[in-house]
């Protein structure tokens, strides 16, 4: 419905205006553009939902783990990565000790 009212006052407006059509197009992108972001959002709030019930399967439950570790990581202010990265280094190291 909202979508729908959008898209009538965009169609007067491009009646109305010289530049109309282009405002039509510019509406009608950033409609489609939030309709995405919010089923992306959506489909994020469903597999969190069937994780926490333990509604997926096993390959699932994996491909919902790493994505949100990797959601987590990509939060991560600079200082909290380079402490994680010098962790990582260390440990490297000690392993290539080990194996030298």
Do not use: C, W
């Not at 197009?25 to 489909?43: C, D, F, P, S, W």
Request: charged content about 25%; overall charge negative; aromatic content about 4%.
């Amino acid at each position: 419905m909202y979508m729908l009212l959008v898209l009538i006052v965009a169609s007067v407006l491009a009646v109305l205006v010289p530049f109309g059509p282009i405002l039509l197009i510019g509406i009608a992108v950033a409609l489609v553009a939030e309709n995405y972001r919010q089923t992306v959002k959506m489909r994020e709030d469903i597999l969190a939902i069937k994780n926490h019930l333990g509604l997926m399967n096993k390959k699932e439950a994996e491909q919902y783990e790493i994505e949100r570790q990797n959601k987590d990581v990509s939060q991560l202010s600079p200082d909290e990565m380079k402490s994680i990265n010098q962790e990582i280094e260390a440990e490297l190291e000690q392993d290539r000790k080990k194996n030298t």
